[in-house]
């Protein structure tokens, strides 16, 4: 493209809330970043530097016990659901955590015992622990401790915990129960007062996901959510034969999140779930089932006690005695719940929350809640992620075809483009070309007839596998058939629909100070032209027109969804026609080349009736001087007056770099003829809405969020 010249969602107990860095970049390694890829910003780097230093120390302290995992495998072999994230209340940005993602930046290993699992379970450094058969715990009705930073997940249904379970104390956070069953440390008492053996225990921990778990049979507690526990989501869970079911609270604080759906459960007598003095209790799809002429007989559903704030959304209750109870200091809300063959109490009243404000999230029709989890919860055999906090997939997902890139000649190809090039044509199912750490000087195309393919990069950072050329717009080809043009010039080019990228590095790193004669200075890294792509955990970095997002034509649909990466520019750096959402991320902005501070972080094209960029939950920053950088201007392609560029930019941290009227004109257009608006974003560089800072309202921003964007495609990574 042509250049023409010219906040804090929560903070709780006094804890700072670091915002807008990406989940997978706060583990070891992976927040720091050269000049070679750009400066974050003083704060990131100074807090990338103790991670790596902490991580530092734990490496030696491992190296010198000299204990040897019973399996390891390298970052390369992580399975699918090593790598999710969470969604509801767990994937808020809060307490110094961003979201949670468990072990997924560390080794992954793979237990038999229980003396393997404890030991990984409770070390300072990040797991992957893989549950690869039953486990007996001895002696019965042990809690066995988890430390921070942990995925404990079950190979396929062949992970079983029996006879005991798992603690989170005081502090831990970011964990993820993923995939087991956690059974039968049932003494023989129904009421019993004596054995508290809990599957899962938590005491003040926060930022826990408990997700497609079978929590049966146990003395006390499925799952006991304790002291201020917050940031939680349980979601796609079976929960049975068990008196006391799922408790929260046993604290008079009311400061707790949490969001429980879709869990099935059935033949449990109380706490279904009770929760007690919660800030934000969000439940929806979920199915409550009491079967008549069985041995356990429901007392009550649904129960928000104390100060609790509730919603209740699309869950299904049959057959269940008192399904939806409250005390009359609570406040409960309920929508689309249907209720078959219950008696008693069915309560709602009182002013809750709008669960959107804190996350977005789709709900599946009531009517098809049962059958679906009937279907879909509990353990799989395998697992998909949705990573976007949508709804996990019922079924097994196919295992892909994975393809292996090393330049060292150990995998199947040395090069990444050689691997597209081996991807069958018109392929039916996914492809994953898995990329080793080093650095590839090459372009790469994805041809259109190519769908569903994944470019990984299999080192312990993104940094570690990157992707990079250096053409130029106005470079002259070397086959002397004219220049690159803009889109020409892209390192990586993908017009094949449903691709991936994660964990890599795709660079241009074009020269503009050694070229200042040369005419187009435009050096796209990554150009993407087809529809339902995926950027996941990786960094996209040049200068000007660094990240083109475009459609394969005009009046083709081309959405793309960017989560947890990084884009790195000064002009124009994110451009195109495309359908975008960039949630969760950092965009970082360079100086010139001249070393001076000014640019424009969007140029959209947007076709009009389409929507264009929107920017969530993520931060504008960047070592460069204050005031120096619009947030966009209306790129009308080739003079169409016909486009209707938008961005819209909301719920996002701006720094000082940002102009106090962060818009402008482009080759004549004026922005404002076009759609350009924030929505309660915060940092020095945010300001109160004006008439040259338009802000949308509550009720337009309520359709302008990521949901609403995408329409009926909900981004998965597999």
């Known amino acids: 493209m042509t250049e023409v010249r010219g906040r804090a969602r929560h903070r709780r107990r006094g804890k700072a809330l670091v915002i807008g860095v990406p989940a997978v970049l706060t583990a070891a390694g992976v927040l720091a970043y050269g000049t070679a890829f750009g400066v974050i910003g003083a704060d990131a780097r100074a807090g990338a530097a103790a991670v790596e230093a902490k991580a530092g120390a734990a490496k030696a302290g491992a190296a010198k016990a000299g204990a040897a995992p019973a399996s390891t495998a390298p970052a390369a072999e992580a399975p699918v659901w090593a790598r999710a994230v969470a969604d509801g209340f767990a994937s808020v940005d809060?307490?110094?955590?961003?979201?949670?993602?468990?072990?997924?930046?560390?080794?992954?290993?793979?237990?038999?015992?229980?003396?393997?699992?404890?030991?990984?379970?409770?070390?300072?450094?990040?797991?992957?622990?893989?549950?690869?058969?039953?486990?007996?715990?001895?002696?019965?009705?042990?809690?066995?401790?988890?430390?921070?930073?942990?995925?404990?997940?079950?190979?396929?249904?062949?992970?079983?915990?029996?006879?005991?379970?798992?603690?989170?104390?005081?502090?831990?956070?970011?964990?993820?129960?993923?995939?087991?069953?956690?059974?039968?440390?049932?003494?023989?008492?129904?009421?019993?007062?004596?054995?508290?053996?809990?599957?899962?225990?938590?005491?003040?921990?926060?930022?826990?996901?408990?997700?497609?778990?079978?929590?049966?049979?146990?003395?006390?507690?499925?799952?006991?959510?304790?002291?201020?526990?917050?940031?939680?989501?349980?979601?796609?869970?079976?929960?049975?034969?068990?008196?006391?079911?799922?408790?929260?609270?046993?604290?008079?604080?009311?400061?707790?999140?949490?969001?429980?759906?879709?869990?099935?459960?059935?033949?449990?007598?109380?706490?279904?779930?009770?929760?007690?003095?919660?800030?934000?209790?969000?439940?929806?799809?979920?199915?409550?089932?009491?079967?008549?002429?069985?041995?356990?007989?429901?007392?009550?559903?649904?129960?928000?006690?104390?100060?609790?704030?509730?919603?209740?959304?699309?869950?299904?209750?049959?057959?269940?005695?008192?399904?939806?109870?409250?005390?009359?200091?609570?406040?409960?809300?309920?929508?689309?719940?249907?209720?078959?063959?219950?008696?008693?109490?069915?309560?709602?009243?009182?002013?809750?929350?709008?669960?959107?404000?804190?996350?977005?999230?789709?709900?599946?029709?009531?009517?098809?809640?049962?059958?679906?989890?009937?279907?879909?919860?509990?353990?799989?055999?395998?697992?998909?992620?949705?990573?976007?906090?949508?709804?996990?997939?019922?079924?097994?997902?196919?295992?892909?075809?994975?393809?292996?890139?090393?330049k060292d000649g150990s995998g199947r190809f040395t090069s990444v483009q050689k691997a597209v090039d081996a991807v069958p044509a018109g392929n039916s199912s996914r492809v994953v070309i898995r990329v080793a750490p080093g650095v590839y000087r090459e372009t790469v195309k994805v041809p259109s007839n190519k769908p569903q393919v994944t470019i990984e990069g299999t080192g312990g950072s993104r940094k570690d596998t990157v992707l990079v050329e250096g053409h130029a717009s106005g470079m002259t080809r070397p086959d002397g058939s004219g220049t690159y043009g803009t889109s020409g010039s892209a390192t990586v080019a993908v017009e094949a629909d449903d691709f991936q990228a994660r964990n890599l590095t795709i660079s241009n790193d074009f020269d503009e100070a050694a070229n200042r004669d040369l005419n187009g200075h435009q050096a796209v890294a990554l150009r993407t032209a087809a529809d339902r792509i995926v950027l996941d955990g990786v960094i996209v970095t040049g200068d000007q027109d660094t990240l083109l997002l475009d459609t394969a034509a005009k009046e083709r649909p081309g959405r793309v969804y960017?989560?947890?990466?990084?884009?790195?520019?000064?002009?124009?750096?994110?451009?195109?026609?495309?359908?975008?959402?960039?949630?969760?991320?950092?965009?970082?902005?360079?100086?010139?080349?001249?070393?001076?501070?000014?640019?424009?972080?969007?140029?959209?094209?947007?076709?009009?009736?389409?929507?264009?960029?929107?920017?969530?939950?993520?931060?504008?920053?960047?070592?460069?001087?204050?005031?120096?950088?619009?947030?966009?201007?209306?790129?009308?392609?080739?003079?169409?007056?016909?486009?209707?560029?938008q961005t819209t930019v909301r719920d996002s941290v701006l720094s000082a770099a940002v102009k106090p009227t962060p818009w402008t004109d482009m080759s004549g257009f004026s922005w404002k003829a076009d759609r350009f608006a924030e929505y309660r974003n915060t940092g020095p560089g945010s300001g109160p809405a004006h008439p040259d800072r338009p802000h949308l309202t509550p009720t337009e921003a309520a359709t302008q969020d990521t949901l609403h964007w995408l329409g009926d495609w909900t981004p998965r990574t597999s």
């Open 562 to 645: 960017v989560t947890h990466s990084y884009v790195i520019g000064n002009v124009d750096f994110v451009f195109g026609r495309a359908t975008a959402v960039i949630d969760r991320s950092v965009l970082t902005l360079k100086k010139r080349w001249d070393g001076t501070s000014a640019g424009y972080v969007t140029a959209p094209s947007t076709p009009a009736g389409r929507k264009g960029f929107l920017i969530t939950r993520s931060t504008v920053n960047g070592d460069v001087a204050a005031g120096g950088f619009f947030l966009g201007r209306p790129w009308h392609a080739g003079g169409d007056a016909t486009l209707s560029p």
């Open 94 to 406: 809060a307490l110094g955590q961003q979201g949670t993602y468990g072990g997924r930046d560390g080794r992954t290993v793979t237990v038999r015992t229980l003396a393997d699992l404890e030991k990984y379970a409770t070390a300072p450094e990040p797991y992957v622990i893989v549950v690869a058969g039953t486990i007996t715990v001895n002696p019965t009705g042990k809690e066995i401790k988890v430390a921070s930073d942990k995925t404990i997940v079950g190979s396929g249904t062949s992970g079983h915990i029996v006879g005991g379970g798992f603690f989170l104390g005081q502090g831990v956070h970011n964990v993820i129960i993923r995939n087991l069953t956690i059974r039968d440390a049932y003494q023989g008492i129904w009421n019993d007062k004596e054995h508290d053996f809990d599957a899962v225990q938590m005491d003040g921990a926060h930022h826990v996901w408990i997700d497609h778990n079978d929590l049966r049979h146990m003395a006390d507690g499925l799952i006991d959510s304790r002291k201020d526990t917050t940031y939680v989501t349980v979601s796609w869970n079976r929960l049975g034969t068990n008196n006391k079911t799922f408790g929260i609270g046993w604290t008079e604080n009311v400061t707790a999140d949490l969001t429980i759906h879709h869990n099935w459960f059935r033949e449990t007598e109380q706490r279904n779930p009770s929760t007690d003095n919660v800030a934000h209790a969000h439940l929806y799809n979920n199915l409550l089932q009491d079967d008549p002429g069985t041995n356990i007989t429901s007392s009550y559903g649904n129960y928000a006690r104390g100060k609790t704030r509730m919603v209740l959304e699309n869950s299904v209750f049959q057959g269940v005695n008192n399904p939806v109870v409250k005390d009359g200091t609570a406040a409960l809300v309920q929508r689309g719940n249907v209720f078959s063959g219950t008696t008693g109490r069915n309560e709602s009243g009182g002013t809750a929350f709008d669960p959107r404000t804190f996350y977005q999230y789709t709900l599946d029709p009531t009517a098809k809640v049962p059958a679906l989890l009937r279907s879909g919860a509990g353990p799989r055999p395998t697992i998909g992620t949705a990573s976007t906090g949508g709804t996990p997939s019922a079924a097994p997902a196919a295992a892909p075809t994975v393809l292996t890139v090393a």
